[in-house]
């Protein structure tokens, strides 16, 4: 157990400053847009800096200084772009830490002597209960931020207790990135204050053991809803008879539907769908196909959201998937709502090879698991 005395090795502060320009915190959120991006960008490219820190760690036990040079140079920049955001300073986000009252710094990692199994899973379990109270302690973030928005508009000053708080809560967030980072193996303590050391071992074997209540319920949860989750509809239809319009195909029902039961029925196949062929721009090689389902709610309205429908069809060349071109019902163009007791034919249009053989049709509409044809 480290010494109480013993600071935690991720220094966090910012200046208080005596005085904030009204002009530019009533208009911040436009004067951080730029910042913002870039450091959105910047952020996307530390994700993959994580990564190859922790395949370094786990095979050498050390981070390597010109990642972590790197990597804490864009950590740096995201503070200050953050305390910006938050009020904290009317400086803005510089690329150079030098002048800014904006501090971060992380202690070097040390050499041969970091944890690679904590970073394969350990470390991820370890911080669920932070994440889940810095969760909670952001959204009381927006709102401190937006009260001390008036508070410097009338008096040109950042009440100190939210100040405080404010930065607090982002010390807390750099303390439990550079932990999982693997800047060190020291566990990050729940507080806000500066002088605050690594937690102890208690307080790390709370974090493990709620973690893995966590973690093993969330998996839980994910196991438990598949087995549950109804399955894709799949049916095997007579194409031919289907292009007849004489094909005994399933009525199937959505119980389970946003707004009431849905019925749900592939009615035809109009292949060549020859009505079409005027409207769409066509080559001589390419044929319409059209598919027909009835579509009705038993006791209440329904939306049906704009769908996803795919055909698999196989040609001279081999096996390929197409996209439907559009989906309608009548006139219009889906998303579309359905009336209580309401029929409705909904139609699928494809453009595929002449000489192509329709295999199997899938549809993922914005209700139930979804469908699948396969036809004969």
Do not use: C
């Not at 806000?192 to 839980?220: D, F, K, Q, R, W």
């Not at 721009?281 to 389902?293: C, G, M, N």
């Amino acid at each position: 157990m480290p010494a109480p005395s013993e600071p935690y090795p991720v220094l966090f502060d910012v200046d208080y400053p005596a005085r904030l320009g009204r002009f530019s915190t009533a208009f911040r959120l436009l004067f951080i847009l730029p910042a913002w991006v870039y450091g959105w960008i910047l952020a996307n490219l530390l994700n993959s800096a994580l990564l190859a820190g922790w395949i370094a760690v786990f095979f050498r036990r050390k981070y390597p200084a010109w990642l972590f040079s790197a990597t804490s140079g864009v950590a740096g920049y995201n503070a200050r772009v953050w305390s910006y955001g938050a009020l904290l300073t009317d400086r803005f986000p510089s690329f150079e830490p030098s002048g800014s009252p904006v501090h971060l710094e992380f202690d070097e990692p040390p050499n041969d002597h970091l944890s690679r199994w904590r970073v394969l899973l350990w470390k991820l379990v370890l911080l669920v209960p932070h994440a889940v109270v810095l969760s909670f302690l952001m959204i009381a973030v927006f709102v401190v931020v937006f009260i001390a928005w008036f508070a410097i508009l009338f008096t040109g000053t950042y009440p100190r207790g939210m100040f405080a708080f404010v930065t607090g809560i982002q010390r807390w967030y750099w303390r439990v990135f550079a932990y999982l980072a693997s800047f060190n193996d020291r566990y990050p303590p729940f507080g806000l204050a500066a002088e605050a050391g690594p937690a102890s071992n208690a307080s790390t074997i709370t974090g493990g053991v709620i973690g893995l209540l966590a973690t093993g319920g969330m998996v839980t949860l994910i196991v438990v809803g598949a087995i549950i989750a109804p399955g894709v509809h799949s049916e095997e239809i007579d194409y031919a008879g289907l292009q007849r319009g004489v094909a005994d195909t399933e009525i199937y029902v959505v119980e389970n539907a946003p707004r009431g039961e849905i019925l749900f029925q592939l009615s035809r196949a109009h292949d060549p769908g020859d009505e079409l062929v005027g409207v769409l721009d066509l080559t001589p090689r390419d044929r319409v196909v059209v598919f027909e389902w009835y579509i009705g709610t038993i006791d209440r309205s329904a939306e049906v959201e704009s769908p996803r429908v795919r055909l698999d069809y196989e040609d001279g060349d081999g096996r390929d998937t197409v996209t439907a071109l559009f989906v309608t019902a009548g006139d219009t163009i889906a998303p579309l709502r359905i009336t209580s007791d309401q029929v409705t034919t909904i139609r699928a249009v494809f453009v595929i090879p002449e000489r192509a053989q329709p295999t199997e049709l899938r549809w993922r509409p914005g209700f139930g698991p979804g469908f699948k044809y396969i036809f004969e």
